[in-house]
């Protein structure tokens, strides 16, 4: 009998803690608006998604199945945030123990936006070795990856065990390890990638162009991490008041929508990036990198090709009308 009566005092006592006019405008507004903005990313992703198979309908397959799993694993999220939607504020009208007592549909949230993460993180990661050849940032970035992908899968295991989003906050040393991972991660990636291109010396004639163009992969790579580190690190910093509110939900919904964009957008700007290599003087003498040397010259301002000789590996650039590319 103490035990029923005690649980009834709970229940009044957590009633009273979250049906006021206070508590609707640091939880609900939060979630609401979270919910909201990842609606319209999800319509941005789709036109990225379209322009992407318009202009590289003959993409690699890989790259062209990369685009595909970002669209599907947008859309997936994005249909079960609606369904969450809809099962608050239409289920759950004006009924606020409704809404604090969640399902799947939320606590699977973490895992899911992990694992895009890792998908995009992978992508990124493949391109920087691929540059820089450097062993080291590859294993520290799939150790990352891997750490970021489980941190994520737990976080989802204990929010299910808790069910209520007043009781979220215990799940915050798992997030923390979560957002951490992965936005340390995004700065080795990104951070070294720019390192590695900033470093680059010329010995041109004509350099003004090439270093537009080496510029422009720069801010790329530059505005692709910034976006998502910054969700990651707003995620976790807004994680630690999950208590007093849920403003971390703002970027817990839109973050696995800022790495499906980040991919997207990388991809998208190869037309744009291939465009300004057309443009590009390349009577090359000597480029000097932090691993190897690119030598070579070409008899034509847009094409031909630039020997590209590593410690670790040799290839060839190839620059040409359509688009430059990196063969091994």
Not at 140 to 159: H, N, Q, R, S, Y
Not at 201 to 220: A, G, N, P, Y
């Amino acid at each position: 009998m103490s035990d029923v009566m005690s649980m009834a005092l709970y229940a009044r006592a957590e009633l009273e803690h979250i049906d006021n006019q206070a508590f609707y405008n640091n939880h609900l507004g939060p979630f609401l608006c979270g919910l909201s903005f990842q609606t319209f990313m999800m319509g941005v992703l789709t036109l990225q998604t379209w322009n992407y198979f318009e202009y590289f309908s003959h993409d690699a397959p890989v790259y062209r199945a990369l685009a595909t799993v970002m669209f599907v694993t947008g859309a997936i999220q994005c249909g079960t945030d609606f369904a969450l939607l809809y099962d608050s504020f239409i289920y759950g009208f004006g009924d606020i123990q409704h809404w604090n007592h969640f399902t799947w549909l939320f606590y699977y949230e973490p895992g899911f936006t992990a694992l895009i993460a890792a998908i995009a993180q992978a992508f990124f990661l493949y391109r920087c070795y691929k540059f820089t050849r450097l062993k080291w940032v590859l294993v520290l970035g799939i150790l990352g990856m891997l750490l970021a992908f489980a941190a994520g899968c737990a976080v989802t295991d204990a929010l299910s065990k808790t069910d209520r989003f007043t009781q979220t906050f215990q799940a915050v040393p798992l997030g923390g390890i979560w957002l951490g991972s992965t936005a340390v991660t995004d700065l080795l990636i990104s951070g070294t990638l720019i390192w590695s291109l900033k470093s680059v010396q010329t010995d041109f004639k004509s350099t003004v162009r090439l270093k537009r163009l080496v510029s422009r992969i720069v801010h790329l790579s530059f505005e692709t991490a910034a976006l998502t580190t910054l969700v990651a690190f707003g995620n976790l910093v807004a994680s630690f008041y999950a208590e007093q509110n849920t403003a971390h939900l703002l970027f817990q919904f839109v973050m696995g929508k800022m790495y499906s964009h980040s991919v997207m957008v990388t991809l998208l700007a190869r037309k744009r990036l291939a465009r300004t290599a057309d443009n590009t003087s390349i009577k090359l003498d000597h480029i000097s990198t932090n691993g190897g040397t690119i030598s070579g010259a070409t008899d034509s301002a847009v094409s031909g090709n630039l020997n590209f000789n590593h410690p670790s590996n040799r290839g060839t650039v190839t620059v040409s009308k359509a688009r430059p590319s990196f063969h091994d």
